[in-house]
């Protein structure tokens, strides 16, 4: 089985190894999702919206959420490297 680290930022879709690319592949389409919550909370902290019992209760929640993925990334060989997907001409996804 050929180690995430040497994907070089592509998903790995070899038939010997295709549960280990898609494993890869959800995990880099979970990361996006999360990036982009995080960064929606952000901007609803930054606007004032939000009581300060809300703002403590989205950082825990976010914390939470970060830590998950961490145990995620260990358990299935995974770095935050192996999530960022080169795009080709578009660039890196994260």
């Not at 995620?72 to 770095?79: A, N, P, R």
Request: glycine residues 8%.
């Amino acid at each position: 089985m050929q180690p995430a680290s040497q994907t070089s930022g592509r998903i790995n879709l070899d038939p010997d190894n295709a549960e280990h690319g898609l494993t890869q592949l959800v995990m880099t389409v979970i990361e996006l999702l999360r990036q982009i919550v995080e960064r929606h909370a952000m901007r609803r902290v930054e606007g004032g919206t939000l009581t300060d019992q809300q703002v403590e209760d989205l950082g825990e929640a976010l914390m939470n959420l970060e830590e998950k993925m961490d145990e995620l990334k260990e358990v299935f060989g995974l770095d935050a490297e192996d999530l960022n997907i080169d795009l080709g001409p578009l660039g890196s996804l994260l």
